[in-house]
């Protein structure tokens, strides 16, 4: 019942007239940070799955074991909803079907399906997609997949910035057919772009990054967009953060003397460490 609260809450803001932006987690610390500050949602995006999980580029060598692991490991510590990127579904639609069930049982609010080619077809540099026809089978595997209809199921398409608008516009209008609950759209350029996609369906929107002249709230609002991405800065400023507090303890600072360091107020409250002392006191009778 849990996850289904969590899962009603995402389809709340699909149905909503506003545009907010989630924050992007990946671990069970970093989602239990954004729930304290307020996010109505979390991403957690297939890069920073890799990075977290491998510490590899986004190259489509997690599998699907370890990010339903993680997955689990996030849902266990926060209330806080959040959408998976399910890349290519880690197969063809029968492994799409699969990695639908083990997403939903590991208590994703939402996860994305696309249609690109993965992992990266040999002897060809740029993103391909496989056809279209392939991608409508996908996103049937995925609703079938489905036992928990509450369950957010958004077929994704990178078209408009690997092959043409049209087809973006065509990919878009199929899997708006087959059932999907929404569109996560990647790699538009421009407003007369997504006004264009937006015209030809119905469904509500999620982007990922955007120029600058996409990203006022309101205008995104007005097409249709409920969910805008905006990158994985909180990984990349965790890495940064690890790196100079490596390198300053490697060139002899003294750890009273590190920058930067969480307080131990920040740190007990991500940890839920009052929580976790009033389940002491109450299950094992420890005075605290």
């Known amino acids: 019942m849990a996850f289904r609260k969590c899962r009603e809450a995402l389809r709340s803001i699909l149905s909503g007239s506003t545009c907010i932006r989630p924050g992007s987690v990946y671990d069970a610390t970093s989602i239990r940070i954004a729930e304290d500050l307020g996010f109505e949602l979390g991403m957690f995006g297939g890069s920073v799955a890799s990075l977290a999980v491998l510490g590899d580029p986004d190259v489509a060598l997690i599998t699907l074991t370890e990010l339903a692991e993680q997955v ?7 209330t806080l909803p959040f959408v998976v990127d399910a890349d290519h579904g880690y197969g063809n639609a029968l492994n799409v079907r699969r990695t639908v069930q083990e997403l939903e049982a ?8 696309e249609d690109t080619l993965l992992p990266q077809a040999f002897g060809q540099a740029k993103p391909q997609l496989i056809s279209l026809e392939e ?8 609703l079938d997949g489905r036992s928990d209809p509450s369950l957010v199921i958004l077929g994704r398409t990178g078209a408009v910035s ?12 199929a899997y708006e057919a087959v059932g999907v609950d929404g569109l996560f759209l990647t790699g538009i350029k421009s407003r007369s772009e997504l006004e264009a996609l937006s015209a030809a369906t119905t469904l509500p929107i999620v982007t990922g990054g955007a120029p600058e002249e996409m990203t ?6 007005s097409q249709r967009v409920r969910i805008a991405l905006q990158g994985h800065a909180p990984f990349a400023a965790a890495t940064q953060a690890v790196y100079e ?8 600072t003294s750890p009273k003397h590190l920058k930067g ?3 131990a107020e920040l740190t007990s409250r991500a940890m839920r460490e009052s929580e976790m002392k009033a389940r002491s006191s109450e299950f094992l009778g420890l005075k605290t």
């Open 261 to 263: 360091i969480a307080s």
């Open 135 to 142: 991608g409508v089978g996908k996103m049937k595997a995925a």
């Open 216 to 221: 006022a709230p309101d205008y995104l609002a």
């Open 72 to 78: 689990r490991r996030m849902s266990r510590a926060s």
């Open 245 to 252: 507090t490596l390198k300053a303890l490697r060139e002899g």
């Open 162 to 173: 690997i092959t043409s608008l049209d087809d973006a516009i065509a990919r878009a209008r």
């Open 106 to 113: 590991a208590g994703a609010a939402g996860l994305t399906i």
